[in-house]
């Protein structure tokens, strides 16, 4: 197995998980770890959190739903070609 040592946080790389992903969760598990954090940590926190979800399948499928002009006609193609669920 591939780990290694990071502020504390024990890394595992054995996963196909991207790894913009494996270092965003490193830094919340390392930053929520914190007894007390400063104006940058908790910044830097939600930075992590919102990279997280901004990524996520939900977001995206919501925002496509919600898009407007040229976009809302592709996507609406799309939509009538495949079945997606709603989130």
Partial sequence: MNTKAKNSAVVNNSSNAPKWFVNAQNVITTLNAKD????????????????????????????????????????????????????
């Fill in 36 to 87: 007390e954090r400063t104006a940058f940590d908790s910044v830097r926190l939600a930075n992590q959190l919102f990279k997280i979800e901004n990524r996520s399948l939900s977001k995206v499928y919501n925002e496509l739903k919600n898009s407007s002009g040229d976009i809302a006609k592709a996507v609406a193609e799309v939509f009538r070609q495949i079945r997606i669920s709603d989130f």
